[in-house]
């Protein structure tokens, strides 16, 4: 099933998650959909919320940087119950889009490097270290499960640059090539 992608100024958005269990219903179809929701709306990664579920869950499949990093070529994971735990490196800049905010794309600064705690598919824990894109997409995702979004990583001037642009896609003036939906 391909869902429609919940679009800036949803409450889902910026709700926050819970983390779930093994016994979540349909997880395996949960974790297929999103994928397939991704893969059609062109992303690298997706979270539970911008699908409008409040759970702590994302996917992402970074195989599209593999031309430029081939540590990508094969990144696909799941991650569910996940916390970031430390941020460290340098702070690098990206330009970043999102699924959520079609039209958009912002320089970002991240840090390069992050650790992190989360159940993979089949409930096996992982505590990983990750550093450059792989890094940058995890950290986007992740925030996604927290309430927040690239947007708020913005300048103050950046974000009022962005205002009258926000206001119109809350309002649902945009246009995206996918699925989307938008509730208050």
């Known amino acids: 099933m391909i869902y429609p992608i919940y679009i800036h100024g949803s409450a889902v958005l910026r709700a926050g998650t819970e983390n779930i269990d093994k016994n979540y219903p349909d997880l395996g179809k949960l974790i297929s959909d999103m994928f397939d929701t991704m893969y059609a709306s062109e992303g690298v990664g997706l979270a539970a919320p911008q699908i409008g579920k409040a759970v702590n869950i994302f996917v992402i499949d970074a195989s599209p940087f593999s031309d430029d990093d081939p540590g990508l070529q094969n990144f696909k994971k799941v991650f569910i119950n996940a916390e970031i735990y430390e941020r460290f490196g340098d702070d690098g800049l990206f330009n970043e889009g999102c699924l959520s905010f079609p039209g958009i794309r ?33 950290q986007h995702e992740y925030d996604h499960i927290e309430g927040k979004s690239f947007i708020d990583h913005l300048s103050p001037l950046r974000k009022t640059l962005l205002k009258s642009k926000l206001a119109a896609m809350a309002k649902g003036k945009y246009k995206a090539d996918y699925k989307t939906r938008q509730d208050k």
């Open 106 to 138: 912002e320089d970002v600064s991240r840090k390069t490097q992050i650790r992190i705690k989360y159940l993979d598919e089949n409930f096996v824990e992982h505590d990983e270290e990750y550093s450059g894109t792989a890094a940058r997409i995890i």
